[in-house]
């Protein structure tokens, strides 16, 4: 199968975006891009731009997200790594060939109007897993 191509994003959840502020900007200098809310996941998303990849903070907007469940569970952290790929909806087909269990059976908007698909993290060694691909590609 083709690699996927770089790192897009690392996906972290956070209780509040604003109060993280201070850490991504004032400490590690990260440069804020801006936040969207993606109601389809009930999440509101912050970027900030560091070389190449993004990080993702992830607040969520209501208590069925994912990501509130996340934090119940396991507090603040690391999230979700995404990947870019080219031709999301034949890399899902593939990937189901190969027995991988998949959470979006087909792509689907994430924020920046990305097509994107997660795999199951039982299927990723652990890490929950987002193939995306941006709309220029
Ligand atoms: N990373 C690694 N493992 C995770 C995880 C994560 N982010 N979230 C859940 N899990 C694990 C749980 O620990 C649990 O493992 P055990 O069975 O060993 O305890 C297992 O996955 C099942 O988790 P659960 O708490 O029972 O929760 P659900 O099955 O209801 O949902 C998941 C888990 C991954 C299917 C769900 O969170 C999901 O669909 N995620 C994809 C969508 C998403 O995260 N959207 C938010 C971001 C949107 C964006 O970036 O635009």
Redesign the pocket.
């Known amino acids: 199968m083709e690699a996927v191509q770089a790192l897009n994003h690392v996906?972290i959840?956070v209780r509040s975006l604003a109060e993280q502020r201070p850490f991504y900007e004032g400490v590690l200098g990260a440069v804020y891009e801006g936040e969207e809310e993606?109601a389809s996941?009930q999440?509101r998303?912050a970027f900030y731009k560091v070389g190449d990849v993004r990080m993702?903070l992830?607040e969520p907007t209501g208590p069925e997200?994912?990501?509130a469940?996340?934090l119940e569970?396991?507090g603040e952290g690391?999230?979700?790594l995404?990947y870019t790929v080219d031709n999301l909806p034949q890399r899902i087909e593939q990937l189901k060939a190969q027995g991988v269990r998949m959470?979006?059976d087909a792509p689907r908007t994430?924020?920046h109007g990305m097509a994107?698909a997660?795999l199951?993290?039982?299927s990723s060694c652990?890490?929950?897993t987002?193939l995306c691909q941006p709309v220029d590609h």
Do not use: C, M, T, Y
Request: net charge positive.
């Open positions: 996906g959840a993606v996941q999440v998303v993702e992830l997200s994912a990501v469940k996340f569970k396991r690391l999230h979700h995404a959470i979006d994430g924020a994107i997660f199951h993290p039982k652990g890490v929950l987002e």
